[in-house]
């Protein structure tokens, strides 16, 4: 897959035609890290997925955009990671469907890291997670909604209330919490 050209603000394939992508908050299972019982359960990202990637095995459609750090070193520092991916993990528990992003791939990865990373003690990825949300917002990449810090409960209560089915797909719900279909279904 190729990048579409900057001014054009679009992500193309190989033949030059437009391809959809959707960009998801994507909440990860902590239940069987190191994690302290006082922290969050959930580790978040976000996820670029195309459409249609989960019936395409050939090449990786999803991209993946979160903070990485050690939690068993004293001074943990948190540090932006992307990683192009093939597949979903077991630990995904769901995803919450934030717009169709009219940029690159590229331009999304250098807004996200351009989001100020707090290296404070007791800081956890959602407060990241809420300021690129808000920061999105801002540069247009994503349509405006009322607050952050309430897209982030919502995700957190529809995480909780639809557990995956063993060998399942994660549901998937709007901003609202309302359960849409999965990028990880077939189509």
């Keep these: 897959m190729e990048l579409g050209n900057s001014s054009h603000h679009s992500i193309t394939s190989q033949e030059g035609q437009p391809v959809n992508y959707g960009l998801y908050m994507a909440l990860y299972s902590l239940a069987s890290s190191d994690a302290k019982p ?7 990202g976000f996820k670029l997925i195309r459409e249609g990637a989960a019936s395409e095995e050939k090449q990786p459609h999803v991209y993946l955009y979160k903070l990485v750090n050690n939690l068993k070193v004293k001074e943990c520092m948190w540090k932006f990671e ?13 995803l919450v469907f934030l717009g169709s992003p009219k940029i690159t791939v590229m331009d999304l990865e250098k ?43 919502t ?4 995480a909780d209330n639809n557990p995956v089915p063993a060998g399942g797909v994660p549901s998937t719900c709007n901003m609202a919490g309302e359960r849409i279909k999965s990028a990880y279904e077939h189509h």
């Design 111 to 153: 807004q996200l890291m351009a989001v100020d990373i707090m290296q404070r003690p007791g800081c956890q990825c959602k407060e990241w997670i809420r300021s690129a949300m808000r920061e999105l917002q801002t540069l247009g990449t994503i349509a405006k909604f009322p607050d952050a810090a309430d897209v982030w409960e």
């Design 82 to 94: 992307c990683q192009q991916i093939r597949r979903r993990t077991d630990e995904l528990t769901a």
């Design 155 to 158: 995700a957190v209560k529809f």
């Design 38 to 44: 006082s922290t969050c359960q959930y580790h978040a």
